[in-house]
């Protein structure tokens, strides 16, 4: 049986900035954009890959203090850059089989919403990086 | 261009910061994480034959 329960353990950075402490989910989507090639003859629809195109989610808490979300984050809208993600914190330096880091050099930030409140509730905003090349380090 | 960390964020203060590959460092600078080292390289020491009477 082959599950992961994450509890306290990934290591998540944008722009070299490390941002895992104020992180709740991540997401990182590879994906090779499905052509169809069904031709006459066929019987059931065939497809090729076409590009590739990734995708990094993050949830993080909104945080305005000097070093932290915000102040990460703000500059970046609208243009690309470097994001790296591993199921342990360990793996973003020192990356192995059981610890890979995913790079995603490139990443484009198309938007950022630079205000989501709530009363009652801590502040939390999801961001998406796309485009950019997908790299796996395992060692 | 040679950078210093500030934010701990990034690394030890202090310590020299190589941008990786693709990091977009005017976004670094601009709030604070990291800063351009200033430091003046240590010239070279002159060695004079001038010996003492």
Do not use: W
């Amino acid at each position: 049986m082959a599950t992961s329960t994450y509890l306290s353990n990934p290591g998540v950075s944008v722009n070299s900035v490390s941002l895992t402490d104020q992180c709740t989910s991540a997401v990182v989507t590879n994906t090779a954009e499905a052509l169809e090639s069904t031709a006459f003859g066929s019987t059931s629809r065939v497809f090729v890959s076409g590009l590739f195109s990734q995708e990094i989610t993050l949830d993080l808490y909104m945080s305005y203090a000097a070093s932290e979300t915000y102040a990460t984050l703000a500059a970046l809208v609208g243009t690309t850059t470097t994001v790296k993600v591993s199921n342990t914190v360990a793996g973003l330096a020192t990356p192995s089989a059981t610890e890979p880091c995913f790079t995603l050099t490139g990443a484009y930030l198309e938007a950022l919403p630079v205000i989501n409140a709530s009363m009652g509730e801590l502040s939390t905003i999801s961001i998406t990086f796309k485009g950019g090349v997908l790299t796996t380090a395992v060692s | 261009m040679k950078y210093k960390i500030v934010s701990p964020r990034v690394g030890t203060p202090g310590d020299k910061f190589e941008p990786e590959a693709g990091v977009n460092v005017e976004a670094l600078l601009s709030h604070g994480f990291i800063v351009e080292d200033t430091t003046p390289p240590k010239s070279a020491k002159t060695i004079t034959n001038n010996p003492k009477d």
